[in-house]
């Protein structure tokens, strides 16, 4: 395994950040939907000092971190990865499943085998192996059964559920065909694997990119329920509609509420992959927190 496209997982991590900061960021407004949504609608930043990225970015820090020294998934280090970085800051604001699995897995990260299949039931199937898999698409875009095969084994760590594998595959492969300037729905639900992620793709192949964001979000779910299947085919949708125009992609996955920090970071990381954050206004990038290391 020697695929290493550094350069667009490093541009891929910059667009899932910056969604997952500036998606976060709505977040105290949605005490008030209405007016969360027409901010939305009129493009108005309410001022606040900082974006701070959360959990979304912090596992996507770790899966490039493990692809970096091992140029592959590892699953155990993946896994003793995600529990540092959940050790070294709780607060980001991750799932219920996470508080409970990555603690246990600090002192034996092999323990993954036997506690992730029994976290729910049958399983994690929430969004969280799709929200930090985008750059490794990207770093595999030349393989795309190489992207594929690597996405399942990144989710596995912690999600062991159908739908939350499923999830990761479809956009870790959005991502890879987004470097390749490749994307499109019906072909990304033909490589992904069987169930309701799928089927969420097929159904957003046959929504029009004329239909507004908000409505797009009613049929196609925004993530409020925190699952893959509920979270992915939007963030998909808006991410094949602004290929090209990461900005644009993000005001359209805002419009659609929800899990608006994890729908961002998916949206930002597959299209970020090809554009970068070159053209994104250099106010927002001084106001989201920066990475660390070698990938800010
Ligand atoms: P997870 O594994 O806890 O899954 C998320 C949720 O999905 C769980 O808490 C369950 O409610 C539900 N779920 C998962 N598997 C099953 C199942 N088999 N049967 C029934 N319900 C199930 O955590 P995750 O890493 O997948 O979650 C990622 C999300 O959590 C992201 O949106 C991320 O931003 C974060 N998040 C945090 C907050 C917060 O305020 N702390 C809010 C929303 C999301
Ligand atoms: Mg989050
Ligand atoms: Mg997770
Ligand atoms: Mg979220």
Same mark, same amino acid.
């Given at each position: 395994i020697r695929i290493a496209d550094r350069a667009a997982a490093r541009r891929s991590i910059q667009g899932l950040s910056l969604g997952d900061a500036f998606g976060e960021r709505w977040f105290p407004l949605?005490? +008030?939907?209405?007016?969360?949504?027409?901010?939305?609608?009129? /493009?108005?930043?309410?001022?606040?000092?900082?974006?701070?990225?959360?959990?979304?970015?912090?596992?996507?820090?770790?899966?490039?971190? #493990?692809?970096?020294?091992?140029? +592959?998934?590892?699953?155990? /280090?993946?896994?003793?990865?995600?529990?540092?970085?959940?050790?070294?800051?709780?607060?980001?604001?991750?799932?219920?499943?996470?508080?409970?699995?990555?603690?246990?897995?600090?002192?034996?990260?092999?323990?993954?085998?036997?506690?992730?299949?029994?976290?729910?039931?049958?399983?994690?199937?929430?969004?969280?192996?799709?929200?930090? #898999?985008?750059?490794?698409? %990207?770093?595999?875009?030349?393989?795309?059964?190489?992207?594929?095969?690597?996405? /399942?084994?990144?989710?596995?760590?912690?999600?062991?559920?159908?739908?939350?594998?499923?999830?990761?595959?479809?956009?870790?492969?959005?991502?890879?065909?987004?470097?390749?300037?490749?994307?499109?729905? %019906?072909?990304?639900?033909?490589?992904?694997?069987?169930?309701?992620?799928?089927?969420?793709?097929?159904?957003?192949a046959e929504v029009p990119f004329d239909t507004a964001p908000w409505r797009a979000a009613d049929l196609l779910g925004n993530g409020q329920r925190i699952r893959a299947a509920d979270t992915v085919p939007f963030a998909v949708w808006t991410a094949v509609r602004h290929a090209g125009d990461l900005v644009e992609a993000l005001w359209a996955t805002a419009e659609g509420l929800g899990d608006v920090d994890t729908t961002c970071a998916i949206t930002g990381g597959i299209v970020g992959a090809a554009t970068g954050v070159d053209r994104v206004p250099a106010a927002w990038l001084r106001r989201r927190e920066p990475l660390g290391g070698s990938w800010d």
């Open positions: 949605f005490r +008030e939907p209405v007016r969360a949504a027409a901010e939305i609608r009129s /493009r108005t930043l309410p001022a606040e000092p900082d974006w701070h990225w959360t959990d979304d970015t912090a596992m996507a820090l770790a899966v490039l971190r #493990v692809l970096d020294e091992h140029g +592959e998934i590892d699953q155990d /280090r993946l896994a003793a990865c995600f529990a540092l970085a959940h050790d070294a800051d709780a607060g980001r604001g991750y799932g219920h499943g996470m508080h409970v699995l990555l603690p246990a897995l600090l002192p034996a990260p092999g323990d993954w085998r036997t506690l992730a299949p029994t976290l729910f039931e049958g399983g994690s199937l929430g969004n969280g192996a799709a929200m930090r #898999v985008a750059p490794l698409g %990207a770093w595999f875009a030349a393989d795309l059964d190489l992207v594929a095969r690597q996405a /399942r084994l990144s989710a596995e760590v912690t999600h062991a559920h159908p739908e939350g594998v499923a999830g990761a595959v479809a956009v870790a492969v959005a991502a890879a065909l987004s470097v390749r300037g490749e994307l499109g729905l %019906a072909r990304l639900a033909a490589l992904t694997p069987e169930g309701e992620v799928r089927d969420g793709l097929l159904r957003a």
